[in-house]
């Protein structure tokens, strides 16, 4: 097991999903939490649950990441009651609606980028003078397979996630010399709320059929858990890994090996 005790770490996109396992997985691991989400109710109680269960200190702040002031405040924040910030999981994200390239509504669009490029961007731009001034830290970022091929009928999705995957080479080697590493996940289909909605976008009739029709299509014949990406994560925010920088790493069952 990776130690993370007393190591602070900011999630955003904290209260479901991806987010939400690393939250409980870290916890478990005795690290402090700042959590970070736009769901207010969702966010208060996966906190309540984590300090019940964990029993380690959990700050919480209600911001939505594509206001570059309200990055500012849950930076700010952190800082304030915890002292610095050893982690950063850049994990807040959202699909959009699925539809061909021509036909994609702008508005939604516009969406899409403000929260997955530009709420990733701002992220970095508040956590990172932190980080240099410490010598330490280690930011994660998440694209998916759609930051390494395309997916049909999700033209904004797949080019946030590839700026995604860009902006993290660029924070790797800007600030690999003030000893932080930048790293970025590329989750194939994992089992949480977004991807459920995904698949009712598929089949409204039987979301069911079309997620077992996704599931053959991976080398492993299943679909992945949110735990299987917060162990990963854990590590690429440690300071095990000492020597990890500017990569998009694929946790996928091997999908990404089939295109
Ligand atoms: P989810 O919808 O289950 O959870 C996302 C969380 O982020 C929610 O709690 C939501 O309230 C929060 N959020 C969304 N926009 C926000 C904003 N503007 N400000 C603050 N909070 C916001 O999604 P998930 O599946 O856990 O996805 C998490 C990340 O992983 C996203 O960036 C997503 O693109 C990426 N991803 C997920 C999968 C997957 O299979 N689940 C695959 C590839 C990439």
């Known amino acids: 097991?990776?130690?993370?005790?007393?190591?602070?770490?900011?999630i955003t996109?904290?209260?479901?999903?991806?987010?939400?396992?690393?939250?409980?997985y870290l916890a478990n691991q005795g690290a402090k939490l700042s959590l970070v989400d736009y769901n207010e109710e969702e966010l208060e109680a996966t906190a309540k649950s984590i300090r019940d269960t964990y029993g380690t200190e959990v700050l919480t702040v209600t911001a939505d990441v594509s206001k570059e002031e309200a990055v500012a405040g849950y930076v700010d924040k952190t800082v304030e009651?915890?002292?610095?910030?050893?982690?950063f999981?850049?994990?807040?994200?959202i699909e959009g609606k699925q539809a061909s390239l021509v036909e994609y509504d702008l508005e939604v669009f516009?969406?899409?980028v403000d929260i997955n490029l530009m709420g990733v961007y701002y992220g970095?731009?508040?956590?990172?003078?932190?980080?240099?001034?410490?010598?330490?830290g280690r930011i994660v970022n998440v694209a998916s397979v759609g930051g390494i091929r395309g997916v049909i009928n999700q033209t904004p999705y797949v080019a946030t996630k590839h700026a995604v995957s860009g902006m993290t080479k660029n924070a790797a080697i800007e600030y690999g010399k003030d000893g932080i590493l930048t790293n970025a996940i590329a989750p194939g289909a994992i089992l949480t709320p977004m991807v459920a909605e995904a698949f009712k976008q598929v089949n409204p009739d039987d979301p069911k059929a079309a997620e077992t029709e996704y599931a053959q299509r991976?080398?492993?014949?299943?679909?992945?858990?949110?735990?299987?990406?917060a162990s990963v994560v854990s590590f690429l925010l440690s300071e095990e890994n000492g020597y990890v920088n500017g990569q998009t790493l694929a946790i996928d069952g091997g999908e990404s090996n089939l295109y």
């Open 1 to 10: 097991m990776i130690f993370m005790k007393d190591k602070v770490i900011i």
């Open 89 to 93: 999981y850049n994990n807040a994200g």
């Open 110 to 112: 516009k969406k899409v």
């Open 81 to 87: 009651v915890f002292g610095r910030i050893d982690g």
């Open 124 to 136: 970095m731009r508040y956590v990172l003078p932190v980080m240099q001034k410490q010598g330490f």
């Open 218 to 229: 991976n080398p492993t014949r299943k679909l992945g858990l949110p735990k299987q990406v």
């Open 13 to 24: 996109g904290a209260a479901m999903g991806l987010g939400q396992a690393a939250a409980e």
